[in-house]
């Protein structure tokens, strides 16, 4: 059974940064895209970043283009966002997730393209 697990969400001042980590266990095979969502109150899901495990290539939601940066370690199974320059309206819950196949037709930041969740982490930006 594949479980998720993502950590290292907390309280920061705009400006900051934060770190969120990602670990992915009971695969038998490698996913092919790993993922960062965030939803806030209110507001539906949204694809923040994404990254085909295997060719290392990335996208990003134009909201964070320039801070956030996605990242996988291969060896340990585990998934990164590093959120620079954070902004009050990165306050959401955080959530990854995986993808078997490669999403197809743009669809890299679509939560229909990932099968596998997890429960998330609040990130939470004040003054």
């Known amino acids: 059974q594949v479980h998720v697990m993502e950590s290292g969400g907390g309280s920061v001042q705009a400006g900051g940064s934060l770190t969120l980590s990602c670990i992915a266990s009971?695969?038998?095979?490698?996913?092919?895209?790993m993922a960062w969502f965030r939803q806030a109150p209110g507001k539906e899901r949204e694809g923040v970043a994404a990254?085909?495990?295997?060719?290392?290539?990335?996208f990003y939601a134009d909201a964070v283009k320039g801070r956030f940066t996605i990242s996988r370690d291969n060896a340990k199974n585990t998934l990164f966002l590093q959120m620079n320059s954070l902004k009050i309206e990165d306050t959401a819950m955080y959530s990854c997730?995986?993808?078997?196949?490669?999403?197809?037709?743009?669809?890299?930041?679509?939560?229909?393209?990932?099968?596998?969740w997890g429960q998330g982490t609040q990130v939470t930006v004040s003054l």
């Open positions: 009971g695969y038998t095979y490698t996913p092919a895209y």
């Open positions: 990254i085909s495990v295997a060719r290392g290539g990335t």
């Open positions: 997730a995986a993808a078997p196949i490669a999403p197809a037709g743009s669809s890299e930041l679509r939560h229909y393209s990932y099968n596998y």
